[in-house]
């Protein structure tokens, strides 16, 4: 069964340092997102991508953030200068069509110390 | 806009009751409603969805779920609880006015078993 990844599982970083959190969408999906869900809480919305471009962003998807389709097949999400706040589980996700579900991968634990 | 309450936190059942997740939505144009569940260190993984067909949907597990317009619910149900359904759930609601088909999620409920 057609599953999203996400690379990696978990990523430590320092204040300050740019990183890049992986995704590969099911392959005939043309919806893609990016959630992220601190500990505890609710999962939050940061941004939505279709036809090779952003197509809605929450507050939370501030300059510091960017994605991208490089290659047609992954899509990236880049915290330019991460914080200690950008601490999360972040969820790729992709859907077929719009208002379809969205089948999530098994998410990158993001570590900020 | 949008916005999704799931009453309780917690749930704790014994094993065998029923299984009765509560969520209410806001939403100004007719929704399209979602269960998602998430086992310990994994995804989000979806029970069942609502997008405007049948009110009364069947989820994967033996969950079900109702729409109900007057109430703005949609409330998950299982009849029996198994020791493997202890997990969160979240309640997730779309709509047409979405540019991008977000979902918006409630708080999430933490269902407990007991055997």
């Known amino acids: 069964e057609p599953e999203v990844t996400q690379t990696p599982s978990h990523q430590v970083t320092q204040m300050g340092q740019e990183v890049i959190l992986r995704c590969v969408p099911i392959s005939n999906h043309l919806y893609f997102y990016w959630y992220r869900q601190i500990l505890g809480q609710k999962v939050e919305f940061l941004v939505s991508f279709y036809n090779n471009e952003i197509s809605e962003k929450s507050e939370i998807f501030d300059d510091q953030f960017s994605v991208e389709r490089p290659d047609g097949s992954n899509f990236t999400l880049k915290i330019r200068s991460t914080k200690l706040e950008d601490s999360a589980m972040y969820f790729c996700?992709?859907?077929?069509?719009?208002?379809?579900?969205?089948?999530f991968g098994q998410g990158t634990r993001l570590t900020v110390v | 806009a949008q916005s999704v309450t799931q009453l309780g936190s917690h749930v704790s059942v014994s094993e065998g009751a029923l299984v009765l997740l509560r969520c209410n939505y806001s939403s100004s144009v007719p929704p399209y409603l979602f269960w998602y569940v998430q086992y310990p260190n994994q995804g989000l993984q979806l029970l069942l969805k609502?997008?405007?067909?049948?009110?009364l949907v069947k989820g994967i597990n033996g969950f079900e779920a109702e729409f109900k317009k007057s109430e703005t619910s949609f409330h998950l149900t299982k009849p029996s609880a198994h020791m493997s359904d202890a997990a969160e759930y979240f309640c997730a609601v779309s709509d047409l006015g979405n540019q991008g088909g977000k979902l918006i999620f409630g708080q999430g409920t933490e269902l407990s078993v007991k055997p």
């Open positions: 996700a992709s859907s077929r069509q719009k208002n379809t579900e969205a089948f």
């Open positions: 609502y997008t405007s067909a049948a009110t």
